[in-house]
């Protein structure tokens, strides 16, 4: 079965750090981009980050650039976002996703999310 | 930035008529949009991709042929022809022409 599970979501104080993981199974995980995506209670999706399928490549969005670290372990078939600096407006569940397309594009595999919370 | 725009925030349709969700882009993205609906509790889900192709789903059952885009530039559609009791939920639209990719603020398709 083809799937995605992040795990590492937890309640944090601000400035604090915090690493999420993805872990991909039923799939050949080193043909896929993998993106992260978030969405803040009450608001909607917003892309966090994108790592090309041999890691060659990292794209962050602008609310979390220079904060954000998105990395994978082949060996694992497993993707991380270490996150940094955290701040409240980072509170949200936190989704990876596999890139479906083969110029890194849009998402066509979810997992079913964490959440983070970032609070004092 | 890109700023995508949807509208309405809210639709409000009746079960077996036609929605009809609307999504701009602060600037051409060409054909380069994909469309997504999201279920309360779960995760989203791709519909539509490159404006106007439907995804195949996956476990491989397809989208439904009910669901259709169409546009490109900066205007965008997506027309759901006979809305069904499991259509009611939260669809985005999402632009990969720039960087950073930007998804709109959603439209909520709730039954009237």
């Known amino acids: 079965q083809v799937r995605l599970v992040e795990s590492g979501g937890g309640v944090v104080q601000p400035g604090s750090s915090l690493r999420l993981s993805c872990a991909a199974s039923?799939?050949?995980?080193?043909?896929?981009?993998i993106h992260w995506v978030r969405r803040a209670p009450g608001k909607g999706l917003e892309w966090v980050a994108v790592i090309w399928y041999d890691g060659t490549k990292k794209y962050y969005g602008d609310s979390v650039k220079g904060r954000f670290t998105v990395s994978r372990d082949t060996s694992k078939s497993t993707v991380y976002l270490q996150m940094s600096s955290l701040r409240q407006e980072d509170t949200a569940v936190y989704y990876c996703?596999?890139?479906?397309?083969?110029?890194?594009?849009?998402?066509?595999?979810w997992g079913n999310g964490t959440t983070v919370t970032v609070s004092s | 930035e890109i700023v995508v725009t949807q509208s309405p925030a809210t639709l409000s349709v009746s079960p077996g008529e036609r929605a009809t969700l609307s999504c701009r882009a602060s600037q051409s993205v060409g054909m380069k949009l994909a469309w997504y609906q999201q279920k309360p509790g779960q995760a989203p889900r791709l519909l539509i991709y490159d404006a106007s192709t439907r995804a195949i789903g996956i476990p491989a059952i397809g989208i439904p042929a009910r669901f259709s885009g169409s546009g490109s530039g900066t205007e965008f559609t997506l027309t759901i022809s006979s809305l069904q009791p499991e259509d009611f939920a939260v669809y985005y639209c999402?632009?990969?022409?720039?960087?950073?990719?930007?998804f709109g603020q959603g439209t909520k398709l709730e039954i009237k």
């Open positions: 996703a596999r890139d479906g397309s083969i110029e890194v594009a849009f998402m066509d595999l």
């Open positions: 999402q632009q990969y022409n720039n960087w950073p990719y930007t």
């Open positions: 039923g799939m050949t995980f080193s043909n896929y981009a």
